[in-house]
């Protein structure tokens, strides 16, 4: 099996408010441009909610082999059958979702600095997303750009967690992404709002493999 580093390679977190058709067939169509992971975070959604929605994501990963993550949500996590969850702010801790999830399940938490990172090590996160690198509009007036000496220093300290770069990434920063040794990519409008999710996807993807 593909360890779990070659499987965060490119890892697409769902948004069905820019995606411009039904999110299953989106993310299917990304997944066919080289996504390697899904993230379900719609997180405004009810757990029943999120759960029909999620259903197509979910097979959809199974079919081309990529991971299913559930971001926050034990219970949908759970009767989705996920390959894992991500933990945020609020949410509930590593060894709580792994007592619910089962102890394979892996475990992924969101960190923005340097005392995250540490938390999310101590913890015992399998991997991490840290961001963002680049300013992007979801995070604009909340978070500034980390960038990518601190992306470079988040890896130095993660220990044995992966950690995905998150926030403004684009084929033309993937190069300066896999020079820090991250494990891979994180996007989300840059595939799901341009309409085409294979080409973008693919675009990523082979600018990534080209850093290599």
């Not at 949500?73 to 759970?78: G, I, M, Y």
């Not at 979801?138 to 988040?154: C, E, M, N, V």
């Not at 084929?171 to 595939?191: E, L, Q």
Request: hydrophobic share 50%; glycine share 12%.
């Amino acid at each position: 099996m593909t360890g779990l580093r070659e499987r965060l390679a490119l890892l697409l977190v769902t948004d069905r408010k820019i995606a411009r058709r039904p999110l299953a067939e989106s993310v299917a169509a990304a997944l066919r441009g080289g996504v390697t992971a899904v993230m379900l975070r719609e997180k405004d959604l009810a757990t029943a909610d999120l759960i029909a929605i999620g259903r197509g994501v979910a097979d959809a990963c199974r079919a081309a082999g990529a991971l299913f993550v559930v971001n926050g949500n034990l219970s949908a996590a759970r009767a989705l059958g996920a390959d894992g969850v991500q933990l945020g702010y609020g949410a509930p801790g590593v060894a709580e979702a792994r007592d619910a999830l089962g102890r394979t399940t892996l475990v992924g938490l969101s960190t923005h600095d340097r005392t995250e990172l540490d938390a999310a090590r101590n913890a015992g996160a399998d991997y991490v997303t840290f961001g963002p690198v680049w300013e992007t509009p979801s995070k604009r007036g909340i978070l500034d750009a980390r960038g990518t000496d601190a992306l470079a220093g988040a890896v130095a300290n993660a220990g044995r967690m992966q950690v995905v770069a998150l926030g403004g990434v684009t084929a033309a920063r993937a190069a300066d992404v896999r020079r820090t040794g991250a494990a891979g990519i994180a996007c989300i409008a840059a595939i799901l709002a341009t309409g085409d999710e294979l080409a973008a996807a693919a675009a990523i993807r082979s600018a990534w493999e080209a850093a290599a």
